[in-house]
């Protein structure tokens, strides 16, 4: 069993509008006093929709810090303390055009533990309908689409969807099917 980690000190070194920057001095179970560089997110809401013909809606946008295109499932971070599920209602519409008439809790992904707290609830959307269209933010540009499971699997394995969390609910997804 592992012994209590102390948190000695946070020292904030940067914050944005979505990341606070910290660095931790921790002392360890074993006496050792160490630093930790630690992000704060508020966390984050993704969804899996599902159109009646059995489709996932992905979009397509350019991502800054890889200089690339990447396809990912519909997914954005929460406004102040918003619940996880109206933030994923909110992201699907802006980034899609659709709106869900049956949403439902379906994983929960820390995306990266050993640096970053941020949480992304998912939720998997049915009974999808569209809306007037996108309403994305200035800095957004996205292409919707919509792939059939396998196809999006081929393109995992492929190399070309790399994003950790459309591969989490892609395998996650495949994995519910199977089940049910």
């Known amino acids: 069993m592992l012994k209590k980690f102390e948190r000695l000190k946070r020292e904030i070194l940067r914050k944005s509008n979505v990341l606070t920057y910290c660095l931790d001095t921790m002392k360890l179970p ?16 993704a969804v899996i929709p599902v159109t009646d013909e059995g489709k996932i809606v992905m979009v397509r946008q350019y991502r800054h ?7 990912e499932v519909p997914a954005g971070k929460r406004d102040g ?8 209602e909110r992201e699907l519409e802006e980034e ?4 869900s008439g049956h949403m439902e809790p379906f994983i929960t992904i820390d995306t990266a533990i050993a640096y ?11 009974e999808l309908t569209r809306t007037g269209g996108q309403h994305t933010d200035p ?14 699997k081929d393109m995992i ?12 609910c892609i395998m996650a997804y495949d ?3 199977a089940k049910s």
């Open 30 to 45: 074993d006496g050792h006093v160490v630093e930790y560089d630690t992000m704060l997110h508020n966390g984050a809401a």
């Open 175 to 177: 994995s519910y099917l």
């Open 116 to 126: 970053c707290n941020e949480e992304i609830k998912v939720f998997l959307a049915t």
């Open 96 to 99: 899609t055009g659709y709106r």
């Open 81 to 88: 303390n918003e619940d996880f599920s109206v933030a994923a």
């Open 157 to 168: 394995f492929a190399h070309e969807i790399r994003d950790s969390k459309t591969i989490a």
């Open 139 to 152: 800095d957004e540009f996205i292409e919707v689409g919509e792939y059939g499971l396998s196809e999006l």
């Open 65 to 71: 810090s890889f200089d690339r295109v990447t396809l």
